[in-house]
C-alpha cells in the first residue's frame, strides 16, 4: 500500500517551454502532496504543499508563477514548470500523505522526475 | 521553524562494521522523525521512523534512538553490508498537517 507515481520519470526540454509532471497516489487518497526539488548531492528542498481544492502554499523563494501547481483531485497533482531555463534543471520529486492517522505525518515519495532544460 | 541538522555528511564503513548518523533538531514540537534510505536517483525509501512517545524502536539491523531533553536523534545500522551504500536523511515533523524538514544528508559508502 501507499504507492505513488510520478510522470514522466525524466524529460529533456528546451529552454523557454513548460514542462508538466504529474504525481499520483496509487491506493490512497491524498488531500495533500508535496513537491519537492534536489539539487545534485543535496538535500530534499520543499517547494511547496498542494492541498485537494484549494491554492498551493509555497514556500518561501519558490515562484509562484513559475512553478504552477494544479491538485484536482484526491489522487493526482500536478507541477508545471513554466519557461523553463537550464537552472531549472533538477530531480523534482513529488511526496503524498495519507489521511492523517495516529497524528503523524507520514509522507510516501513519487520515484521522481528528472529535467534538463537545454 | 524547524531547522534539522545532520552528521557526518559522509561516513566510510567497512562491511560487517556498525554505521551511527546523528540529527538534531530545534522545535520542541516536533514528534515525529523518519529516516530515509536514497539510492541513486531513486525516491527516498523510508526505512524506520520514531515517534516520540518511544526512546528507541529496532527493525532488524536497524535502529532509531530518540532523546527529546536534548532534542537529538540517531539512526544505528548493524552489520553493515555493501547494499547498505546509500544516502540517508533524518526529518522531523509536529503532528498533524505540518511538513517534513529534512537533514542535508549523509552518504555511507560499505566496503566489502
Known amino acids: 500500500g501507499a504507492v505513488v507515481s510520478q510522470h514522466p520519470s525524466w524529460v529533456i526540454c528546451k529552454s523557454g517551454t513548460s514542462v508538466k509532471i504529474e504525481c499520483r497516489s496509487l491506493?490512497?487518497?491524498?488531500?495533500?502532496m508535496f513537491w519537492y526539488r534536489q539539487f545534485p548531492k543535496q538535500s530534499l528542498m520543499l517547494m511547496a504543499t498542494?492541498?485537494?481544492?484549494?491554492?498551493?502554499?509555497?514556500e518561501q523563494g519558490v515562484e509562484k508563477d513559475k512553478f504552477l501547481i494544479n491538485h484536482a483531485s484526491l489522487t493526482l497533482s500536478t507541477l508545471t514548470v513554466t519557461s523553463a531555463h537550464p537552472e531549472d534543471s533538477s530531480f523534482y520529486i513529488c511526496?503524498?500523505?495519507?489521511?492523517?492517522?495516529?497524528?503523524?505525518?507520514?509522507?510516501?515519495f513519487g520515484p521522481g522526475t528528472r529535467l534538463t532544460v537545454l | 521553524g524547524e531547522n534539522v541538522e545532520q552528521h557526518p555528511s559522509t561516513l566510510s564503513v567497512q562491511e560487517g562494521d556498525s554505521a551511527v548518523i546523528k540529527c538534531t533538531y530545534s522545535?520542541?514540537?516536533?514528534?515525529?522523525f523518519p529516516w530515509y534510505k536514497q539510492e541513486l536517483g531513486k525516491r527516498p525509501q523510508l526505512i524506520i521512523d520514531?515517534?516520540?512517545?518511544?526512546g528507541e524502536k529496532k527493525d532488524q539491523r536497524i535502529a532509531v534512538t530518540l532523546n527529546k531533553t536534548a532534542k537529538h536523534f540517531s539512526l544505528h545500522i548493524t552489520e553493515t553490508q555493501p547494499e547498505d551504500s546509500a544516502v540517508y536523511f533524518c526529518?522531523?515533523?509536529?503532528?498533524?498537517?505540518?511538513?517534513?524538514?529534512f537533514g542535508k544528508g549523509t552518504m555511507l559508502l560499505v566496503s566489502p
Open positions: 511526496s503524498a500523505r495519507p489521511p492523517v492517522r495516529d497524528f503523524y505525518n507520514e509522507q510516501f
Open positions: 491506493d490512497f487518497q491524498a488531500t495533500t
Open positions: 498542494s492541498n485537494e481544492g484549494s491554492k498551493a502554499t509555497y
Open positions: 522545535d520542541s514540537a516536533s514528534n515525529y
Open positions: 520514531i515517534r516520540s512517545n518511544v
Open positions: 526529518a522531523a515533523s509536529t503532528s498533524g498537517y505540518s511538513t517534513l524538514t
